[in-house]
T-cell receptor, first 115, second 114 residues
Framework: SAVISQKPSRDICQRGTSLTIQCQVD?????MFWYRQQPGQSLTLIATANQGSEATYESGFVIDKFPISRPNLTFSTLTVSNMSPEDSSIYLCSVGGGPSYNEQFFGPGTRLTVL | GEDVEQSLFLSVREGDSSVINCTYTDSSSTYLYWYKQEPGAGLQLLTYIFSNMDMKQDQRLTVLLNKKDKHLSLRIADTQTGDSAIYFC??????????????FGKGTHLIIQP
Protein backbone atom coordinates (compact mmCIF):
# COMPACT_ATOMS: atom_id res chain seq x y z
CA SER A 1 0.00 0.00 0.00
CA ALA A 2 1.04 3.62 -0.46
CA VAL A 3 2.67 5.50 2.41
CA ILE A 4 0.98 8.87 2.84
CA SER A 5 2.07 11.68 5.13
CA GLN A 6 0.25 14.88 6.04
CA LYS A 7 1.54 18.07 7.58
CA PRO A 8 0.66 19.43 10.03
CA SER A 9 -0.82 16.58 12.04
CA ARG A 10 -2.84 19.06 14.07
CA ASP A 11 -3.22 22.79 14.49
CA ILE A 12 -5.20 25.32 16.46
CA CYS A 13 -6.04 28.44 14.48
CA GLN A 14 -7.83 31.72 14.97
CA ARG A 15 -10.96 32.52 13.04
CA GLY A 16 -10.41 34.50 9.87
CA THR A 17 -7.00 32.98 9.19
CA SER A 18 -6.04 30.33 6.62
CA LEU A 19 -4.19 27.03 6.95
CA THR A 20 -2.51 25.01 4.23
CA ILE A 21 -2.32 21.26 4.68
CA GLN A 22 0.22 19.23 2.75
CA CYS A 23 -0.14 15.65 1.53
CA GLN A 24 2.82 13.62 0.29
CA VAL A 25 2.72 10.07 -1.08
CA ASP A 26 5.72 7.82 -1.60
CA UNK A 27 4.81 6.71 -5.11
CA UNK A 28 3.23 8.18 -8.19
CA UNK A 29 -0.53 7.86 -8.10
CA UNK A 30 -3.22 8.80 -10.55
CA UNK A 31 -5.74 10.26 -8.17
CA MET A 32 -5.57 12.28 -4.97
CA PHE A 33 -8.61 13.30 -2.98
CA TRP A 34 -9.40 15.51 0.00
CA TYR A 35 -12.04 14.59 2.60
CA ARG A 36 -13.39 16.18 5.74
CA GLN A 37 -14.45 14.30 8.87
CA GLN A 38 -16.34 16.55 11.26
CA PRO A 39 -16.40 15.55 14.95
CA GLY A 40 -18.25 12.28 15.39
CA GLN A 41 -19.27 12.22 11.75
CA SER A 42 -18.47 10.31 8.62
CA LEU A 43 -16.12 11.37 5.87
CA THR A 44 -17.27 13.75 3.17
CA LEU A 45 -15.44 14.19 -0.11
CA ILE A 46 -14.37 17.79 -0.66
CA ALA A 47 -12.66 17.54 -4.02
CA THR A 48 -10.52 15.57 -6.41
CA ALA A 49 -7.05 17.07 -6.82
CA ASN A 50 -6.15 16.96 -10.51
CA GLN A 51 -2.50 17.09 -11.51
CA GLY A 52 -1.81 20.16 -13.60
CA SER A 53 -5.36 21.45 -13.65
CA GLU A 54 -8.04 22.84 -11.38
CA ALA A 55 -9.51 20.56 -8.74
CA THR A 56 -12.99 19.10 -9.14
CA TYR A 57 -15.20 20.12 -6.21
CA GLU A 58 -18.18 18.29 -4.76
CA SER A 59 -21.48 19.98 -4.14
CA GLY A 60 -21.25 22.35 -1.20
CA PHE A 61 -17.52 23.00 -1.54
CA VAL A 62 -15.99 25.88 -3.50
CA ILE A 63 -12.53 26.81 -4.67
CA ASP A 64 -12.48 30.14 -2.86
CA LYS A 65 -12.93 28.40 0.49
CA PHE A 66 -10.82 25.30 -0.21
CA PRO A 67 -8.18 26.05 -2.84
CA ILE A 68 -6.26 22.94 -3.83
CA SER A 69 -2.97 22.49 -5.64
CA ARG A 70 -1.43 19.40 -7.17
CA PRO A 71 1.83 20.29 -8.85
CA ASN A 72 2.92 16.69 -9.45
CA LEU A 73 1.83 13.07 -9.02
CA THR A 74 3.01 12.70 -5.43
CA PHE A 75 2.04 15.97 -3.71
CA SER A 76 -1.06 18.05 -3.04
CA THR A 77 -2.12 20.86 -0.75
CA LEU A 78 -5.49 21.90 0.64
CA THR A 79 -5.98 25.38 2.05
CA VAL A 80 -8.82 26.11 4.42
CA SER A 81 -9.45 29.83 3.94
CA ASN A 82 -11.01 32.45 6.18
CA MET A 83 -11.64 29.84 8.85
CA SER A 84 -14.57 29.75 11.26
CA PRO A 85 -15.22 27.35 14.16
CA GLU A 86 -17.45 25.32 11.80
CA ASP A 87 -14.31 24.37 9.89
CA SER A 88 -13.00 22.44 12.89
CA SER A 89 -12.59 18.94 11.49
CA ILE A 90 -10.12 16.27 10.57
CA TYR A 91 -8.96 16.76 6.98
CA LEU A 92 -7.72 13.67 5.20
CA CYS A 93 -6.08 13.14 1.87
CA SER A 94 -6.35 9.85 0.04
CA VAL A 95 -4.76 8.33 -3.03
CA GLY A 96 -6.05 5.89 -5.58
CA GLY A 97 -5.48 4.56 -9.05
CA GLY A 98 -1.93 3.54 -8.23
CA PRO A 99 -0.40 0.05 -8.58
CA SER A 100 -3.32 -1.35 -6.56
CA TYR A 101 -5.71 0.44 -8.86
CA ASN A 102 -8.97 -0.35 -7.11
CA GLU A 103 -7.74 0.49 -3.63
CA GLN A 104 -7.89 3.90 -2.00
CA PHE A 105 -5.56 4.64 0.87
CA PHE A 106 -5.84 7.42 3.41
CA GLY A 107 -3.33 9.63 5.09
CA PRO A 108 -3.25 10.00 8.89
CA GLY A 109 -5.30 13.22 8.78
CA THR A 110 -4.86 16.77 10.02
CA ARG A 111 -6.88 17.69 13.09
CA LEU A 112 -7.87 21.34 12.83
CA THR A 113 -9.42 23.34 15.65
CA VAL A 114 -10.62 26.86 14.92
CA LEU A 115 -11.19 29.17 17.88
CA GLY B 1 -27.58 10.91 -5.13
CA GLU B 2 -25.50 8.41 -3.28
CA ASP B 3 -26.39 7.42 0.25
CA VAL B 4 -24.81 4.79 2.49
CA GLU B 5 -26.52 3.64 5.68
CA GLN B 6 -25.11 1.73 8.63
CA SER B 7 -26.29 1.04 12.14
CA LEU B 8 -24.31 3.10 14.64
CA PHE B 9 -23.41 0.46 17.22
CA LEU B 10 -22.80 -3.28 17.43
CA SER B 11 -21.91 -5.10 20.64
CA VAL B 12 -20.53 -8.65 20.55
CA ARG B 13 -18.83 -11.00 22.95
CA GLU B 14 -15.17 -11.79 22.48
CA GLY B 15 -14.78 -14.94 20.39
CA ASP B 16 -18.15 -14.57 18.66
CA SER B 17 -18.63 -13.45 15.07
CA SER B 18 -19.46 -9.83 14.31
CA VAL B 19 -21.65 -8.95 11.36
CA ILE B 20 -21.73 -5.31 10.30
CA ASN B 21 -24.36 -4.36 7.75
CA CYS B 22 -24.56 -1.60 5.18
CA THR B 23 -27.03 -0.52 2.54
CA TYR B 24 -26.26 1.73 -0.39
CA THR B 25 -28.35 3.43 -3.04
CA ASP B 26 -26.15 4.01 -6.07
CA SER B 27 -26.70 1.03 -8.37
CA SER B 28 -23.85 2.17 -10.62
CA SER B 29 -21.28 1.74 -7.83
CA THR B 30 -18.65 -0.64 -9.05
CA TYR B 31 -16.63 -1.10 -5.90
CA LEU B 32 -17.64 -1.25 -2.25
CA TYR B 33 -15.19 -0.88 0.60
CA TRP B 34 -14.77 -1.53 4.29
CA TYR B 35 -12.47 0.67 6.34
CA LYS B 36 -11.48 0.43 10.01
CA GLN B 37 -10.77 3.45 12.20
CA GLU B 38 -9.30 2.94 15.64
CA PRO B 39 -9.45 5.76 18.22
CA GLY B 40 -7.12 8.57 17.24
CA ALA B 41 -5.92 6.74 14.16
CA GLY B 42 -6.41 7.08 10.43
CA LEU B 43 -8.52 4.92 8.14
CA GLN B 44 -7.24 1.45 7.37
CA LEU B 45 -8.52 -0.25 4.23
CA LEU B 46 -9.72 -3.71 5.28
CA THR B 47 -11.12 -5.08 2.06
CA TYR B 48 -13.18 -4.23 -0.97
CA ILE B 49 -15.47 -6.12 -3.34
CA PHE B 50 -16.27 -5.67 -7.00
CA SER B 51 -19.96 -5.42 -7.75
CA ASN B 52 -20.06 -8.54 -9.90
CA MET B 53 -18.97 -10.67 -6.93
CA ASP B 54 -21.22 -12.13 -4.24
CA MET B 55 -18.60 -12.93 -1.65
CA LYS B 56 -14.99 -12.27 -0.79
CA GLN B 57 -13.05 -13.89 2.03
CA ASP B 58 -9.78 -12.75 3.51
CA GLN B 59 -8.62 -14.56 6.65
CA ARG B 60 -11.12 -13.67 9.41
CA LEU B 61 -13.05 -11.28 7.17
CA THR B 62 -15.94 -12.27 4.90
CA VAL B 63 -17.74 -9.74 2.72
CA LEU B 64 -21.16 -10.57 1.33
CA LEU B 65 -22.81 -8.49 -1.39
CA ASN B 66 -26.45 -8.67 -2.37
CA LYS B 67 -26.56 -6.39 -5.37
CA LYS B 68 -30.30 -6.79 -5.88
CA ASP B 69 -31.02 -5.46 -2.39
CA LYS B 70 -27.98 -3.13 -2.41
CA HIS B 71 -26.86 -4.73 0.86
CA LEU B 72 -23.28 -5.27 1.95
CA SER B 73 -22.06 -7.01 5.09
CA LEU B 74 -18.73 -7.56 6.81
CA ARG B 75 -18.35 -10.62 9.00
CA ILE B 76 -15.44 -10.79 11.43
CA ALA B 77 -14.87 -14.29 12.74
CA ASP B 78 -13.58 -14.90 16.27
CA THR B 79 -13.85 -11.25 17.27
CA GLN B 80 -10.97 -10.02 19.43
CA THR B 81 -10.50 -6.94 21.60
CA GLY B 82 -8.23 -5.53 18.92
CA ASP B 83 -11.20 -5.45 16.56
CA SER B 84 -12.80 -2.73 18.65
CA ALA B 85 -13.06 0.25 16.27
CA ILE B 86 -15.39 2.15 13.96
CA TYR B 87 -16.07 0.34 10.69
CA PHE B 88 -17.01 2.42 7.67
CA CYS B 89 -18.76 1.15 4.58
CA UNK B 90 -18.07 3.16 1.41
CA UNK B 91 -19.07 3.03 -2.23
CA UNK B 92 -17.24 4.40 -5.23
CA UNK B 93 -19.00 7.40 -6.69
CA UNK B 94 -18.28 6.29 -10.24
CA UNK B 95 -17.07 3.17 -11.93
CA UNK B 96 -13.37 3.76 -11.39
CA UNK B 97 -12.99 2.03 -8.04
CA UNK B 98 -10.03 3.49 -6.18
CA UNK B 99 -9.68 6.13 -8.84
CA UNK B 100 -13.04 7.66 -7.85
CA UNK B 101 -14.14 9.54 -4.78
CA UNK B 102 -15.99 7.52 -2.17
CA UNK B 103 -19.27 8.05 -0.34
CA PHE B 104 -19.06 6.86 3.25
CA GLY B 105 -21.61 5.64 5.74
CA LYS B 106 -21.63 7.10 9.24
CA GLY B 107 -19.69 4.16 10.63
CA THR B 108 -20.54 1.33 13.02
CA HIS B 109 -18.92 1.33 16.45
CA LEU B 110 -17.97 -2.27 17.23
CA ILE B 111 -17.90 -2.86 20.98
CA ILE B 112 -16.34 -6.05 22.31
CA GLN B 113 -17.60 -7.50 25.56
CA PRO B 114 -15.22 -9.75 27.52
Amino acid sequence: SAVISQKPSRDICQRGTSLTIQCQVDSQVTMMFWYRQQPGQSLTLIATANQGSEATYESGFVIDKFPISRPNLTFSTLTVSNMSPEDSSIYLCSVGGGPSYNEQFFGPGTRLTVL
Amino acid sequence: GEDVEQSLFLSVREGDSSVINCTYTDSSSTYLYWYKQEPGAGLQLLTYIFSNMDMKQDQRLTVLLNKKDKHLSLRIADTQTGDSAIYFCAESIGSGGGADGLTFGKGTHLIIQP
